[in-house]
């Protein structure tokens, strides 16, 4: 495990809960923990290396997230408000990680995406790491 | 300058309505908001219509932000127009890259009514 990929990937997701959806999250750990999900949301990183960042989201978590980005209740959002807001907050989360990460490098992002089959994430060099964030527990899996 | 007219180029729907709103929250709750989710979009849309500003992103599908911009600045009309750029991958070698092709401020996202602040005063300086 590299020290600084965790640093610089918590650090990330702190920052862009705190900064775009005005929420606590708080690094649990790497305990693996079930995460029921519907689906994936997920970022390739194309340069300086190739990797992805995937957040596996639990309906609580989005529902928070989607309400205090929007400001309305969740029952007044369109799904496809409520997958945009997640996957533009993977697209931030991506940007703040490589610039922790990377510092002033060249580096690019692909567009961040939804996939169904978590078979898909087949990598070596994998973090999967657990989050809560108002006591809703959700992952974040980098491969780099 | 005044930014009576002002469009939003970006892909995600989210991003534009905080975009939008932040202007709003900044003082500028009378102009009026032409939005595009990509480059190709807002390109046809500036072809029909006159814009005060540009707002991008620079990530977007079909057109992305560089190509935009690179268009635009070859366009009579439309060079002159001031460009933002708010986008989630950003440090000091993107920033020189988007300056020297002719933007006027770069905003890392998430963008706050602050940072919209700093740059529009930045741009009347």
């Given at each position: 495990m590299d020290d600084k990929?965790?640093?610089?990937?918590?650090?990330?997701?702190?920052?862009?809960?705190?900064?775009?959806?005005?929420?606590?999250?708080?690094?649990?750990?790497?305990?693996k923990q079930e995460i029921n999900?519907?689906?994936?949301?997920?970022?390739?990183?194309?340069?300086?290396?190739?990797?992805?960042?995937?957040?596996?989201?639990?309906?609580?978590?989005?529902?928070?997230?989607?309400?205090?980005?929007?400001?309305?209740?969740?029952?007044?959002?369109s799904s496809e408000e409520i997958d945009d807001c997640q996957l533009e907050l993977l697209n931030i989360i991506a940007g703040n990680f490589l610039f922790f990460y990377f510092g002033n490098s060249k580096y690019k992002l692909d567009l961040p995406h939804i996939i169904f089959n978590e078979n898909e994430l087949d990598f070596n060099n994998k973090y999967e790491l657990f989050f809560a964030a108002e006591e809703v527990i959700f992952k974040v899996f980098l491969a780099i | 300058m005044e930014f009576k007219k002002i469009m939003i180029i970006d892909d995600?729907?989210?991003?534009r309505m905080i975009i939008k709103?932040?202007?709003?929250?900044?003082?500028?709750?009378?102009?009026?908001?032409?939005?595009?989710?990509?480059?190709?979009?807002?390109?046809?849309?500036?072809e029909k219509d006159k814009v005060d500003l540009i707002v991008t992103d620079i990530n977007m599908p079909k057109m992305d932000g560089?190509?935009?911009?690179?268009?635009?600045?070859?366009?009579?009309?439309?060079?002159?127009?001031?460009?933002?750029?708010?986008?989630?991958?950003?440090?000091?070698?993107?920033?020189?890259?988007?300056?020297?092709?002719?933007?006027?401020?770069?905003?890392?996202?998430?963008?706050?009514?602050?940072?919209?602040?700093k740059i529009l005063g930045e741009i009347n300086g």
């Open positions: 990929i965790i640093d610089c990937i918590t650090k990330a997701v702190i920052k862009t809960f705190e900064e775009m959806a005005f929420i606590d999250a708080v690094y649990i750990g790497n305990e999900v519907s689906h994936l949301l997920s970022v390739d990183i194309i340069e300086p290396i190739k990797g992805c960042i995937v957040l596996f989201m639990p309906l609580e978590c989005k529902k928070k997230l989607a309400e205090n980005i929007y400001s309305k209740d969740f029952n007044l959002l | 995600s729907v989210t991003s709103r932040c202007f709003l929250i900044s003082g500028l709750s009378d102009s009026v908001f032409i939005e595009a989710e990509d480059g190709l979009h807002a390109a046809s849309l500036l560089n190509n935009l911009i690179k268009k635009l600045k070859t366009k009579d009309e439309i060079k002159d127009i001031p460009i933002i750029v708010i986008t989630s991958i950003t440090n000091k070698t993107v920033e020189d890259e988007l300056l020297s092709i002719g933007v006027k401020g770069i905003i890392k996202k998430p963008v706050s009514p602050e940072k919209i602040i």
